[in-house]
């Protein structure tokens, strides 16, 4: 009996093709006969079986050789998720702003607006005025700075005997002058006494608080500034020319916190509540 004589695996083109090829496989059959040939031997037969060649072939995907499995899969796509700031606005309100520009003010003039009393003798000087509206879209604190620049010779020096000035609002907070209604050159800051810090010249009271209560887009006010230059009023004045400037300004109230000290309006709220 023979054997197998050849077998062959190639790879052919992405295909595993196995080849297996038997040679003629002889088969006799007859009786047992003796050594020396006296037993009968009826004639012998062969029969020959031809086995042709056995190809199998698949592809490798089927045999897991090397091959690209796919898995099911399904995609949703959610909608638009659209994110937006809200607004911190602070602007012009409805009413006339009046930016003054005051020339030739002797001892004595004042505005319209300032309150009578020692030193004033013409209330009749124009009455500084600006309105603001609050048109942001998110709930936020105000507040005012009031910043002091001087010419070559300086009409506001800080002292008594300069221009004294009183900074309000329509909803009766002073937030320069001596006392509620009263003018003068002093101011309140953070955890301070009343009207306790002199606003230097130059320099800037920063931060005074428009209000304990955070405003919305309905929110407008009206800030006035009154000024008196006194009797008596030093020579070292004589020419001098002072710019006052008021700055308003936003900020968000959530995520940011009101300090205690900050408990009324007009304070120089400088700490705790972040304002930028």
């Not at 309000?168 to 006392?179: R, W």
């Amino acid at each position: 009996m023979s054997g197998v004589d050849t077998t062959v695996i190639e790879v052919v083109a992405g295909l595993l093709t196995v080849v297996v090829t038997f040679a003629q496989l002889v088969v006799v059959f007859g009786r047992h006969s003796s050594h020396d040939g006296s037993g009968p031997l009826h004639g012998k037969r062969r029969i020959l079986v031809s086995l042709g060649a056995i190809t199998t072939a698949s592809a490798l995907a089927a045999t897991g050789v090397g091959g690209t499995f796919a898995r099911l899969s399904a995609t949703k796509v959610s909608g638009s998720n659209a994110f937006t700031t809200g607004t911190v606005v602070v602007g012009l309100g409805a009413g006339t702003s009046v930016q003054c520009n005051v020339t030739d003010l002797v001892p004595g003039d004042a505005s319209t607006g300032y309150p009578s009393g020692s030193g004033v003798a013409n209330q009749s000087a124009t009455q500084c005025r600006y309105f603001i509206k609050y048109s942001g879209t998110a709930l936020a604190y105000l507040a005012l700075d009031v910043a002091i620049t001087n010419g070559a010779t300086r009409l506001y020096d800080g002292s008594g005997t300069g221009l004294q000035l009183l900074v309000a609002d329509s909803a009766g907070t002073t937030y320069v002058g001596s006392a509620a209604g009263q003018g003068g050159i002093k101011y309140t800051t953070q955890g301070g006494s009343s009207f306790g810090t002199t606003l230097s010249s130059p320099g800037t009271a920063s931060d005074l608080l428009v209000s304990t209560s955070a405003q919305n887009s309905t929110f407008t006010d009206e800030f006035t500034v009154d000024y008196n230059l006194a009797v008596p009023s030093s020579n070292n004045n004589i020419g001098g020319s002072s710019t006052v400037t008021l700055t308003f300004h936003a900020v968000q109230r959530n995520n940011n916190t009101l300090s205690n000290q900050c408990s009324a309006a007009g304070i120089a709220c400088t700490s705790g509540l972040s304002w930028s």
